[in-house]
């Protein structure tokens, strides 16, 4: 799970590289082609009999995709063009109290003190990367950076659902499985869009470099990413599974710093201690209360 994170954290710097030389909905039917064609050869050749998806299973597998593989993709790789990758990987990890705010409101799960305040530090950490960083500019002339900020929380909501949806389906298909079709989903939801921009895009501009970009994004991040996280979240409680999306901010932080030259402020560091002590007293608390697994388990029961 740490080096599914690992992955994630890296997925910023790459989709900054990517975005500028590849438009958003094009990248993304690319990155979900490849990825899916490679997951299916891959499911073919290991799962037999090949699995057999009952109608709840697609449904499942639709909001999960919709969820957290297009609106995340989406949310992500146009956030980055209007925030800085460091900032992006801090925002995305405050992911474990996101899943309890859903929890919360939609799976009538009560959170304790110490629970609300964890998500406060995170909120505050939040607050922090903007409010002490002298990197106030914007990236993109004429749109302020918090709209960035804004696209970027809206992936963590997208990863959220696509942790909380791959649990419910955990116990019913393998973790290859499970990422194989969110990718081939996510590749149909993406296809028109990227058909669009196809049309107009000159497929002559791109470098060898920036073609592999897109490799790295669909085997890397797609294939091993995704087998390796469902395959951790298959194995223990999501309240524990959460932790291990701290990881993201350290990745992001550490590889935007060495590739992309960054500039480490202070208020990075006061964020990420704060956001990461969020990540802490959530999910220790969490620990001990019923795991999320059984409450979605009686929800579906219902």
């Not at 929380?153 to 499970?178: D, H, N, Q, R």
């Not at 991040?221 to 932790?243: N, Q």
Request: aromatic share 14%; with cysteine; glycine share 8%.
């Amino acid at each position: 799970m740490t080096i599914a994170m690992t992955t994630v954290g890296s997925s910023f710097v790459v989709g900054k590289w990517i975005t500028e030389s590849f438009p958003v909905f094009l990248a993304s039917g690319l990155r979900y082609g490849l990825a899916s064609a490679l997951m299916l050869i891959i499911l073919f050749l290991i799962e037999k009999p090949f699995p057999k998806l009952t109608g709840k299973h697609v449904a499942t597998l639709l909001l999960l995709s919709l969820t957290g593989v297009f609106g995340f993709s989406v949310l992500l790789l146009y956030g980055v063009q209007y925030t800085s990758a460091t900032e992006s990987g801090i925002i995305t990890s405050t992911s474990p109290m996101v899943i309890s705010l859903i929890s919360f409101f939609f799976l009538r799960e009560r959170l304790s003190r110490k629970q609300w305040l964890g998500i406060l530090f995170a909120v505050c950490g939040i607050s922090m990367i903007h409010l002490f960083t002298s990197e106030t500019h914007e990236i993109v002339p004429g749109v302020p950076r918090w709209v960035g900020t804004l696209l970027i929380f809206g992936a963590v909501i997208g990863e959220a659902l696509f942790t909380i949806f791959g649990k419910v389906l955990s116990g019913k298909l393998s973790p290859l499985t499970i990422a194989t079709f969110a990718s081939l989903i996510g590749f149909f939801m993406f296809l028109p869009f990227a058909i669009v921009e196809a049309l107009a895009f000159d497929f002559t501009k791109p470098t060898l470099s920036d073609w592999m970009y897109i490799v790295y994004y669909a085997i890397v991040i797609t294939v091993i990413g995704f087998v390796l996280w469902y395959y951790g979240v298959s194995k223990v409680p999501v309240s524990t599974s959460a932790v291990f999306t701290g990881v993201i901010a350290v990745s992001a932080l550490v590889l935007s710093y060495i590739f992309l030259h960054e500039r480490f402020e202070w208020g990075h560091l006061i964020g990420i201690v704060l956001v990461l002590s969020g990540i802490f007293i959530t999910s220790k608390q969490a620990g001990k209360g019923r795991s999320l697994q059984d409450n979605t388990k009686t929800e579906l029961q219902a």
